[in-house]
């Protein structure tokens, strides 16, 4: 269908939120972006018809694993903003994402090997949509500065125990936690993840 004036779709499930604003036969907005997975590890308890072992949303789980784990004392201590994790993303819900300044360590900060890992988990998010729009996502990015981007971690740095991070640019917001148990009662077990519009969701401008 070609659109002259603005339209919009949205997919929604229990664990899937995907948002798509058009225009004159452009999409001009695909955020909010939220996917969760419960059970994000696949034990004997679960019985979720996939295979024991089986992990979903995994990149974006090791991924943070790895470049928190990666990080020395110092850069530890810039990065991790609470001992604990929160219970839930911020804003959950809300049509527009939290404006609070960035937290954490800049990516200018880090090695070029820890940087390479941020750039993998940010494409993990960015790449979830078709890849004209994943690419005018990176180079707003690029364009606002990678340097300035902000990695921020709270929790515990390995599986089984609460986790949560947010990487925070001009153009963009993304958070990850894992805190909630699974349905069988497996401890942080639970993904909750978004990317949102730091311009402001639904093609809505933030005042």
Same mark, same amino acid.
């Given at each position: 269908? /070609?659109?002259?004036?603005?339209?919009?779709?949205?997919?929604?499930?229990?664990?899937?939120?995907?948002?798509?604003?058009?225009?004159? /036969?452009?999409?001009?907005?695909?955020?909010?972006?939220?996917?969760?997975?419960?059970?994000?590890?696949?034990?004997?308890? /679960?019985?979720?018809?996939?295979?024991?072992?089986?992990?979903?949303?995994?990149?974006?789980?090791?991924?943070?694993?790895?470049?928190?784990?990666?990080?020395?004392?110092?850069?530890?201590?810039?990065?991790?903003?609470?001992?604990?994790?929160?219970?839930?993303?911020?804003?959950?819900?809300?049509?527009?994402?939290?404006?609070?300044?960035?937290?954490?360590?800049?990516?200018?900060?880090?090695?070029?090997?820890?940087?390479?890992?941020?750039?993998?988990?940010?494409?993990?998010?960015?790449?979830?949509?078709?890849?004209?729009?994943?690419?005018?996502?990176?180079?707003?990015?690029?364009?606002?500065? %990678?340097?300035?981007?902000? %990695?921020?971690?709270?929790?515990?740095?390995?599986?089984?125990?609460?986790?949560?991070?947010?990487?925070?640019?001009?153009? %963009?917001?993304?958070?990850?936690?894992?805190?909630?148990?699974?349905?069988?009662? /497996?401890?942080?077990?639970?993904?909750?993840?978004?990317?949102?519009?730091?311009?402001?969701?639904?093609?809505?401008?933030?005042?």
């Amino acid at each position: 269908t /070609n659109y002259v004036c603005l339209g919009g779709l949205s997919v929604e499930g229990h664990h899937l939120s995907l948002n798509f604003v058009v225009e004159d /036969n452009k999409v001009i907005s695909v955020t909010p972006q939220f996917f969760g997975a419960n059970p994000a590890l696949v034990k004997n308890e /679960n019985k979720s018809g996939f295979e024991v072992g089986t992990r979903i949303l995994a990149k974006e789980e090791q991924l943070g694993f790895d470049l928190v784990n990666s990080l020395d004392d110092a850069q530890q201590k810039q990065a991790v903003i609470a001992e604990k994790a929160p219970e839930e993303i911020r804003a959950a819900g809300e049509t527009q994402p939290p404006k609070d300044a960035p937290v954490g360590i800049p990516a200018g900060k880090l090695t070029s090997e820890q940087q390479k890992v941020l750039r993998e988990l940010i494409d993990e998010y960015a790449t979830a949509v078709p890849a004209k729009i994943s690419a005018q996502r990176l180079a707003a990015m690029e364009e606002a500065g %990678f340097d300035g981007v902000h %990695f921020a971690w709270a929790g515990a740095t390995e599986p089984g125990i609460g986790h949560y991070y947010r990487i925070q640019g001009e153009t %963009f917001l993304i958070e990850f936690v894992n805190t909630q148990p699974d349905v069988a009662g /497996n401890p942080a077990n639970h993904i909750h993840c978004v990317w949102r519009d730091m311009h402001g969701d639904f093609a809505i401008p933030i005042e």
